[in-house]
């Protein structure tokens, strides 16, 4: 028997509440042709091998990110994961384990989360890092409302940099909260002046480098007029790997560095789960959202690992929690972990060269291509070009020759006509001279 807990009433006074007429009025977003009028035309039954052989064909219609050349970024990323890494976090101690609430029994668990937060905190220069976030964007969103916390002021200056998705995800969080947030315009050339932003009133700055259009910002100077009005530099990224290169946030002054650590450990996974990193400063340590575990001794003097802080309201902070994250991304965790021990602090550097090598050798066929114009002049594995049509169709018609060639701008950000032919492009240390030179001849094809 069905369990339908909600009378016909009920269903009508959350309809009224909601400020819509009925329950199809719910899914108005979705175009018509979409939607289903009635049931699927599906055999009454099918054998298993049957089922399998068709879901297989179906799936065949797909274009894996393997099977092309891909260049795909804007905030997911393709990296060589070594097979070593999926072997290791698929042994039961480690996918069937769950939240380490009694230390005693989940020792294995605590210390590997303990090591990737001493990854995290070195990669990023900064004192302390968390057990992990879902992912960057509710990452930065944690980050922001911990800087609400810290400065006891309500604006947040979110860059023109900075990924939409995190900036909507921001925006939806801050707007529940009765935060205030100044977003700034799309800044695919990285001149905004930000700085003008700030003021007595702001609680954080939020900037992203590599920014989502590919651009390296210099944080320092942003990080000392927020520190002059007593707010809070947050420092975002979205592509790890960058930070073999690049000089870390926290040496440029970042009070909170918060990011997607996907690439390492993790494939693209049609869109997660992903790992967010949350790392920040020791003064902060106790508004820092999430979980953090630490070292210790137990009676024996022997080293053992514990939750040192926990600060969820499934926790004894209940409403005074600082964040409502029910866990950390605990398997994603391991799996950057391991291939990043397996790297080594050479190996994510030579890693991180051969990626933005690869990324000079597409920005130089692309550049030679007529009509083509590259808009960075300091970028890591990914930047932006402007086309002489609108790249969403240039985009589609790539696919069909079997090139996946990048993230149409306007995509994430509609309805803006000056955007509207802006390419992102990503190249990784997967991407072959071959697979290059493939792109810039199927650009000239389409283009010409």
Do not use: W
């Amino acid at each position: 028997m069905r369990y339908l807990p909600l009378s016909n009433q009920d269903r009508a006074d959350m309809l009224t509440r909601i400020g819509v007429d009925s329950i199809d009025d719910l899914f108005a977003d979705i175009p018509q042709k979409a939607r289903l009028n009635g049931l699927m035309d599906l055999p009454r039954r099918a054998s298993e091998m049957q089922v399998e052989r068709q879901l297989s064909a179906m799936a065949s219609k797909n274009v894996s990110a393997s099977s092309v050349p891909f260049f795909v970024g804007a905030g997911a990323y393709k990296h060589h994961v070594p097979s070593t890494v999926d072997h290791l976090i698929q042994r039961s101690e480690f996918l069937t384990s769950y939240t380490p609430y009694q230390p005693e029994i989940t020792q294995g668990t605590l210390q590997y989360l303990f090591e990737f937060q001493t990854q995290v905190a070195r990669l990023t220069a900064m004192d302390v890092a968390n057990a992990s976030m879902y992912d960057g964007s509710t990452g930065t969103a944690e980050a922001v409302l911990m800087a609400h916390r810290v400065t006891k002021k309500k604006k947040a200056v979110l860059s023109g940099g900075l990924h939409p998705q995190y900036r909507e995800v921001v925006e939806g969080l801050s707007e529940l909260s009765s935060h205030d947030v100044v977003s700034m315009p799309a800044d695919p050339m990285g001149t905004e002046d930000i700085l003008a932003q700030i003021d007595d009133e702001t609680s954080c700055v939020v900037v992203q480098s590599p920014s989502f259009y590919g651009q390296l910002i210099d944080l320092k100077p942003i990080a000392e007029k927020a520190h002059a009005h007593k707010a809070l530099l947050i420092a975002v990224f979205t592509e790890v790997v960058s930070l073999g290169l690049m000089e870390p946030a926290g040496t440029q002054g970042a009070d909170i560095v918060v990011g997607e650590g996907q690439s390492i450990g993790n494939g693209l996974n049609f869109g997660g789960p992903y790992v967010g990193l949350f790392a920040t400063r020791q003064k902060y340590v106790r508004q820092m959202p999430g979980r953090l575990c630490g070292e210790t001794t137990d009676a024996d003097g022997k080293r053992g690992f514990v939750l040192t802080l926990s600060t969820r309201e499934q926790h004894i902070r209940r409403d005074k929690a600082t964040s409502n994250i029910c866990t950390n991304s605990g398997l994603c965790s391991l799996a950057f972990t391991i291939h990043l021990s397996l790297l080594g602090s050479k190996g994510l550097k030579q890693m991180a060269t051969i990626c933005h090598a690869n990324a000079v050798n597409l920005k130089k066929g692309l550049s030679g291509v007529a009509g083509v114009e590259v808009l960075n002049n300091a970028y890591f594995n990914e930047f932006t070009v402007k086309l002489p049509k609108s790249a969403d169709a240039v985009v589609e018609a790539l696919a069909a020759r079997g090139i996946l060639a990048g993230v149409p701008v306007s995509r994430l950000i509609p309805g803006q006509a000056d955007l509207e032919n802006l390419l992102v492009v990503a190249c990784t240390e997967v991407n072959t001279q071959e697979d290059r030179d493939a792109f810039v001849a199927a650009l000239k094809e389409v283009l010409a």
